[in-house]
């Protein structure tokens, strides 16, 4: 049973055309919750880290939401440099520590 | 800047053979970790370390073993290579305390023939 699920796990865009990456998951006291883009052949690459509900970070055309439950990545007006898989990653308790477990991501393409 | 260095990008080797993986970062992290990624299953991790000579199994160890003998260098071995260890493998790092992010590096594309 998949403790993050990412939806969708494809989502082909016009440039321009905003939307929304959605990550569910299921920890209750949440330490951590990550937003990562990984373009094809490179490791994944740091974007944000929320906390709580109700909190957002941004950074150029990327807003990410938290709530209880689930996070958002919005893509605001997306430009095909966009492009990449976006991949969402929790921490959850494993013995004495918390170890980041990841959804299986959502590849966006986004369309001149 | 936070840099995870991973010996090869590419490698091909044949089944049976024992094959080592290498993995330095430069940050001083505790913690260290290997991931396997695959189309359509995501990252799923393989071992950890959250300090020298220290390692944990994570969700699929069966095949592998891993060994950190200094604090920035983590090895991940393939014992006998079987064909379904051809995968992509990466190495992360990151601190302990907080919700601190892992770092990667840019993975080894590993087949076995």
């Known amino acids: 049973e998949d403790q993050v699920t990412q939806s969708p796990e494809a989502l082909r865009l016009q440039e321009g055309e905003s939307s929304s990456l959605n990550c569910s998951y299921t920890v209750s006291g949440l330490r951590g919750l990550f937003w990562y883009r990984q373009d094809p052949g490179k490791g994944p690459e740091f974007l944000f880290t929320?906390?709580?509900a109700g909190e957002e970070k941004e950074k150029e055309r990327l807003k990410a939401t938290l709530t209880k439950k689930e996070s958002f990545l919005h893509i605001t007006a997306p430009k095909p440099e966009d492009s990449a898989t976006y991949l969402c990653a929790v921490l959850f308790p494993s013995g004495g520590s918390y170890i980041p477990t990841f959804g299986r991501g959502t590849s966006l393409i986004v369309h001149p | 800047d936070v840099k995870v260095t991973q010996s090869s990008r590419y490698l091909v080797k044949r089944t049976g053979e024992k094959v080592f993986l290498e993995c330095v970062q430069d940050?001083?992290?505790?913690?260290m970790f290997w991931y396997r990624q695959d189309p359509g299953l995501g990252l799923r991790l393989i071992y950890f370390?959250?300090?020298?000579?220290?390692?944990e199994k994570g969700d699929i160890p069966e095949g592998y073993s891993v060994s950190r003998e200094k604090k920035e260098r983590f090895s991940l071995i393939l014992e006998s290579a079987s064909t379904n260890q051809t995968s992509m493998y990466l190495c992360a790092s990151r601190p302990t305390g907080g919700g601190q992010p892992q770092h990667f590096g840019d993975g080894t594309r590993l087949s076995i023939l």
């Open positions: 929320l906390y709580s």
């Open positions: 370390s959250y300090d020298v000579k220290m390692k």
């Open positions: 940050m001083d992290h505790e913690n």
